[in-house]
């Protein structure tokens, strides 16, 4: 389990920067622009990917010790303070977006097998307590990150914008 998470993460890095090469070349009212989609846009889709990554990255922080969780801004920083960073400019979300990435890859190569086959417990964002197997919460952030990344995509092609930037076994050797 640990090695297709850290797979994972390593994949969502390297089509998180593939995706960001495509966005820096279009204009900033194309990334804004609000087409209808759940979040609106191509950047405010990408907003909440990294807002996403970044609760989750805080919770899995509280579950065991992980050097790299705890010497990170992003982990120690406010939510909403990260969030609003994100909105100020595209170049921003994208330094973030690699920057959760970069830690997300290091967080993965800290986890411990038997870590991941425990039960956690945490609070979703309406304040209700769950309990879960660790390794499906990290999968299911990955996820999500793939989900969208995927509604993004059909935001380009909408647009006429080429980006062929998904295939997991491209970014894998």
Partial sequence: MRKIIQSLAVYNAKVDARLVEILRGQPE?????????????????????????????????????YPSLAASSLVTA?????????AKSPAELFALVDQADALFVAFAGE????????RVKFKNIKGEELERE??????????HATHHRGEISALLDRKGVANDYSGFNLYLG
């Fill in 29 to 65: 009212p194309t990334l804004r622009e609000d087409q209808g989609a759940f979040y609106k846009s191509i950047l405010g889709t990408f907003e909440h990917i990294l807002g996403a990554d970044v609760i989750w990255l805080k919770r899995f922080a509280g579950f065991f010790s």
């Fill in 78 to 86: 406010d939510i909403a303070e990260t969030k609003a960073r994100a």
């Fill in 111 to 118: 986890l411990e097998e038997n870590q991941l086959l425990s």
């Fill in 134 to 143: 660790y390794w499906a919460l990290v999968v299911h952030v990955l996820n």
